[in-house]
């Protein structure tokens, strides 16, 4: 798997849009952009993923540069139940059997 | 969605002995279960693949007879630490895969005194 380079922490103001960068400059062609994130004593939890196209769900949007080298998670309006560990990872796309590397993420802070 | 369960959530033990940890897919079949360990402030560590009817895929550096892996349903995978020293106290996850994702138990915290 390809490796991901994120900050090691973040702040954001409450109800402001969070903005989590990542590096993947050596991804393959075949690999998605994944993202998760951990709230503090809790399994991770699945938030959004995308190949090349900018991708939006209920959670984030997705930003994928068009070189695909980095990529960008959005959180619209952050609330403090976003404060987590969030973890950006590359992939090859192929069903519940391919194993997930956790890099070393990002601490997101929703401050008050 | 899918959801995972773990049990228990917390389990303490004396050095010496053995912790069997539970992981289960609620509401959909995995044929591929996944366990990590996680150190205070650290990140996740893949363990092990887990396949159901044949051997869990140990990762580099993790002790197969340690680590006891069954993966005997499609709804069921357990880790089992055996001789568990206060070096094992971790946070130990599972997940299981439905289509392209992943869903992640909560976890159990494991305290060897």
């Known amino acids: 798997d390809a490796k991901t380079t994120q900050p090691p922490s973040m702040d954001c103001a409450e109800g402001r849009a969070a903005n989590l960068p990542c590096n993947h400059s050596?991804?393959?062609?075949?690999?998605?952009v994944y993202w998760y994130r951990q709230i503090h004593s809790q399994g991770p939890q699945y938030i959004i993923h995308?190949?090349?196209n900018n991708e939006t769900n209920e959670m984030a949007s997705l930003i994928i540069t068009e070189d695909r080298k980095s990529s960008t998670l959005i959180l619209p309006h952050a609330t403090l139940r976003d404060t987590a560990v969030y973890y950006c990872?590359?992939?090859?796309?192929?069903?519940?059997?391919?194993?997930?590397?956790f890099g070393t993420g990002t601490l997101l802070a929703v401050q008050p | 969605g899918a959801v995972v369960s773990q049990h228990p959530s917390r389990v303490i033990c004396k050095s010496g002995t053995s912790v069997k940890i539970e992981c289960r897919s609620l509401d959909f079949q995995a044929t591929t279960m996944f366990w990590y360990r996680q150190f205070p402030k650290q990140s996740l560590m893949l363990m092990a693949t887990?396949?159901?009817?044949?051997?869990?895929?140990?990762e580099q550096g993790v002790e197969k007879d340690k680590f006891l892996i069954n993966h005997a349903s499609l709804t069921l995978s357990t880790l089992t630490v055996t001789s568990a020293h206060p070096e094992d106290s971790s946070f130990y996850i599972c997940?299981?895969?439905?289509?392209?994702?992943?869903?992640f138990g909560p976890g159990t915290r494991l305290t060897v005194t």
């Open positions: 050596t991804i393959s062609g075949n690999e998605y």
């Open positions: 995308g190949l090349k």
């Open positions: 887990s396949n159901e009817g044949s051997k869990a895929t140990y």
């Open positions: 997940s299981a895969g439905q289509g392209n994702e992943q869903y």
């Open positions: 990872i590359v992939r090859a796309y192929g069903g519940a059997t391919n194993k997930l590397i």
